[in-house]
């Protein structure tokens, strides 16, 4: 019982110091699972682990400059003379549309807490608001400073766990969220993208062969997992075939160092999400609602950069669709960048889509875009997490009171 209790705050303590826990060990925390209310204590982390979050910290902040020098130096590629001081921007804003543009981003992040809360209710029985929230953003928050946003599921399933909910359980409550989530965000990013080509919303863009080109190859690299995940679902024996022998190629070119638990791991996660999907559908107005919610949430998302330059009295009416199909090729010509975040050149590309649009608020434009869709993210992630380890110091000192 203590052995297996050390080793569920080990894994605790590599989550707090940024290294997500592996998806495959959930069944280890069910079967130690703490009870609702409670969460496991978390010991001090070693010197070398903390000497390991300092330097990954300082990296991250390191690629964050990056960004942001990019940024100003691709507005001064697209217009030597670009380029209005923040004090300029704010005298000229219109105090409706920032309320509109907090408004935006608020009902964006809820819609974001709603898919677990919906999904949680269907697969637990409860809604579990406060959980779903700190799970969304917690789950933000890794995704923002991992590469290709690899941190945030294997965090989320773990942090699950750890409120009483089984390990098969917390899987699936992730999964569901992944796939519908991914699968609307790409529908409607592609139908925004074809409206866009189809209106010409590239053509007075500076680099805009390179955002086409980046734009559909991101789409296409978000669709391998869902698509693999569905073809396992429609050609389950072929697919099947299909992953030993891929597995067993990674394992001759000394890419996947264990054949066996590789293997393991890819068909539980499928079936995982099979289990998942028979819940969801289970309750058709639950499945519809989260479908509902997927679409409102994406459609706010790619809609925040126009509401920034509304806020900025941008001179942007009419160009709604123009700016979302925009928003839509940075986001995803740079998806597939392994950088944190894509930071370093999601602020470049989102200034070359801006670019016909932001004018001479183009720098704050990029800038409070990437705030408000990834910054923010980092900052609420890094009080959660330091709001833990304070819990944790006060636990700690309760328990040695106690125990004198």
Same mark, same amino acid.
């Given at each position: 019982?203590?052995?297996?209790?050390?080793?569920?705050?080990?894994?605790?303590?590599? #989550?707090?110091?940024?290294?997500?826990?592996?998806?495959?060990?959930?069944?280890?925390? %069910?079967? %130690?699972?703490?009870?609702?209310?409670? %969460?496991?204590?978390?010991?001090?982390?070693?010197?070398?682990?903390?000497?390991?979050?300092?330097?990954?910290?300082?990296?991250?902040?390191?690629?964050?400059? *990056?960004?942001?020098?990019?940024?100003?130096?691709? #507005?001064?590629? @697209?217009?030597?003379?670009?380029?209005?001081?923040?004090?300029?921007?704010?005298?000229?804003?219109?105090?409706?549309?920032?309320?509109?543009?907090?408004?935006?981003?608020?009902?964006?992040?809820?819609?974001?807490?709603?898919?677990?809360? @919906?999904?949680?209710?269907?697969?637990?029985?409860?809604?579990?608001?406060?959980?779903?929230?700190?799970?969304?953003?917690? +789950?933000?928050?890794?995704?923002?400073?991992?590469?290709?946003?690899?941190?945030?599921?294997?965090?989320?399933?773990?942090?699950?766990?750890?409120?009483?909910?089984?390990?098969?359980?917390?899987?699936?409550?992730?999964?569901?969220?992944?796939?519908?989530?991914?699968?609307?965000?790409?529908?409607?990013?592609?139908?925004?993208?074809?409206? +866009?080509?189809?209106?010409?919303?590239?053509?007075?863009?500076?680099?805009?062969?390179?955002?086409?080109?980046?734009?559909?190859?991101?789409?296409?690299?978000?669709?391998?997992?869902?698509?693999?995940?569905?073809?396992?679902?429609?050609?389950?024996?072929?697919?099947?075939?299909?992953?030993?022998?891929?597995?067993?190629?990674?394992?001759?070119?000394?890419?996947?160092?264990?054949?066996?638990?590789?293997?393991?791991?890819?068909?539980?996660?499928?079936?995982?999400?099979?289990?998942?999907?028979?819940?969801?559908?289970?309750?058709? *107005?639950?499945?519809?609602?989260?479908?509902?919610?997927?679409?409102?949430?994406?459609?706010?998302?790619?809609?925040?950069?126009?509401?920034?330059?509304?806020?900025?009295?941008?001179?942007?009416?009419?160009?709604?669709?123009? #700016?979302?199909?925009?928003?839509?090729?940075?986001?995803?010509?740079?998806?597939?960048?392994?950088?944190?975040?894509?930071?370093?050149?999601?602020?470049?590309?989102?200034?070359?889509?801006?670019?016909?649009?932001?004018?001479?608020?183009?720098?704050?434009? #990029?800038?409070?875009?990437?705030?408000?869709?990834?910054?923010?993210?980092?900052?609420?992630?890094?009080?959660?997490?330091?709001?833990?380890?304070?819990?944790?110091?006060?636990?700690?000192?309760?328990?040695?009171?106690?125990?004198?």
């Amino acid at each position: 019982m203590e052995d297996k209790e050390k080793i569920e705050k080990t894994e605790y303590n590599d #989550v707090i110091d940024g290294a997500a826990p592996e998806t495959g060990n959930t069944e280890t925390v %069910e079967a %130690e699972t703490p009870s609702e209310n409670t %969460e496991a204590e978390v010991p001090a982390p070693p010197k070398k682990k903390r000497l390991k979050q300092i330097l990954w910290n300082l990296f991250l902040v390191a690629v964050i400059a *990056v960004g942001i020098v990019s940024l100003f130096g691709v #507005v001064k590629e @697209i217009d030597h003379d670009a380029g209005a001081t923040f004090g300029d921007v704010i005298r000229g804003a219109s105090p409706l549309f920032l309320v509109v543009l907090l408004v935006v981003v608020l009902v964006q992040m809820s819609l974001d807490v709603a898919k677990f809360s @919906i999904i949680s209710k269907t697969v637990t029985g409860k809604f579990r608001i406060l959980t779903s929230a700190k799970t969304n953003f917690i +789950g933000k928050y890794y995704d923002a400073v991992t590469p290709f946003s690899t941190g945030g599921q294997p965090m989320q399933i773990y942090y699950l766990s750890t409120k009483g909910i089984s390990g098969g359980n917390s899987s699936a409550i992730v999964l569901i969220r992944y796939i519908f989530s991914i699968l609307c965000w790409i529908a409607l990013g592609a139908a925004l993208m074809i409206a +866009g080509a189809v209106k010409g919303v590239l053509d007075d863009v500076s680099g805009g062969n390179l955002l086409k080109i980046t734009g559909w190859i991101g789409i296409a690299v978000n669709l391998i997992v869902p698509a693999f995940v569905l073809f396992f679902l429609v050609l389950p024996k072929f697919m099947h075939k299909l992953t030993v022998g891929v597995i067993k190629l990674g394992a001759k070119l000394k890419i996947v160092k264990n054949m066996d638990k590789a293997t393991e791991r890819a068909l539980k996660t499928v079936n995982d999400f099979k289990n998942s999907f028979k819940l969801m559908a289970t309750s058709p *107005v639950k499945f519809i609602i989260l479908i509902l919610v997927c679409f409102s949430e994406s459609a706010l998302t790619f809609s925040i950069p126009y509401f920034i330059m509304k806020a900025f009295s941008c001179p942007v009416d009419g160009l709604a669709l123009a #700016v979302m199909s925009l928003n839509v090729f940075a986001i995803f010509g740079v998806s597939f960048i392994p950088t944190p975040g894509n930071s370093g050149v999601m602020e470049g590309m989102g200034a070359l889509a801006f670019s016909v649009a932001a004018g001479a608020s183009l720098i704050w434009s #990029v800038i409070t875009w990437r705030l408000l869709t990834f910054y923010i993210y980092i900052i609420v992630g890094l009080i959660i997490t330091v709001c833990d380890m304070i819990k944790k110091n006060i636990r700690s000192r309760k328990g040695t009171l106690k125990s004198e």
